[in-house]
């Protein structure tokens, strides 16, 4: 019996205006994440200020699978903060602010929520960009050689490896971003662990091994504000 692939949703947001800052923080940690916690296959959700990187900040949404966001609960969720007034944060959402990015990847290797690594005080990602049958042989090369290497650097506490979903998933789900293709996230036990010359010299390998010339390596680094787990629903055994 086959089993449903873990994914995230993959946020990256825009600074909002200064005089708005703190008013939207407080509504994204105890309004926005909550209310897709009780939706299906949505398992919890991470906030990060960004330290490195144009945006201010990324999400992740920790999904059983990608079927979260074709949901019948989830679908009229969208509706509703659709039908918001337009001076609410919901409608500034739905309208898709200048810089909004929003990927659906499912996980390829490394922990799977809810290990206690995924909630590490700080997350570096590293987006690729492999060229055609690149990508297999990017992904078996980071399995085999690159993430032993980077787990003995003292502070690294956890790697996980995503690819862009193929999913088919009708507009109501969403904006979808198709860049990166492909990210690594690790996770580290503390801001200086992404300035760690073995760590530089690992991410500067890894970019190397892409089979494309990218312009400017894809990078952020952001420090964990907000960690929240969805209630368990009770399940009756089969």
Not at 134 to 159: K, S
Not at 173 to 182: E, M, N, Q
Not at 206 to 224: D, K, M
Request: with cysteine; charged share 25%.
């Amino acid at each position: 019996m086959s089993h449903p692939q873990p994914a995230v949703l993959f946020l990256r947001v825009p600074a909002v205006a200064p005089d708005r800052e703190a008013a939207y923080e407080k509504w994204y940690d105890e309004v926005h994440i909550p209310y897709r916690m009780d939706k299906p296959d949505f398992l919890g959700a991470e906030r990060y200020d960004v330290l490195v990187g144009r945006q201010r900040y990324f999400v992740f949404y920790e999904l059983s699978s990608v079927s979260a966001l074709t949901s019948a609960p989830y679908l009229a969720l969208r509706e509703w903060e659709a039908a918001q007034p337009a001076d609410t944060f919901e409608a500034v959402g739905r309208s898709r602010p200048v810089g909004l990015e929003r990927g659906v990847y499912e996980q390829v290797s490394g922990p799977q929520w809810p290990s206690v690594a995924i909630e590490a005080p700080f997350a570096y990602v590293a987006g690729h960009e492999p060229a055609g049958d690149d990508e297999l042989a990017l992904g078996a090369w980071y399995d085999d050689v690159h993430t032993p290497n980077v787990a003995r650097i003292p502070g690294v506490l956890a790697i996980r490896r995503f690819v862009l979903t193929r999913a088919q998933m009708g507009a109501q789900s969403g904006l979808r971003t198709d860049r990166p293709r492909c990210i690594a996230v690790y996770y580290l036990a503390s801001e200086s662990v992404a300035s760690d010359p073995a760590f530089l010299r690992e991410q500067e390998t890894a970019r190397g091994r892409e089979g494309t010339a990218a312009a400017a390596p894809y990078v952020l680094l952001g420090r964990l504000v907000r960690a929240l787990r969805a209630r368990p629903v009770a399940s009756s055994a089969t």
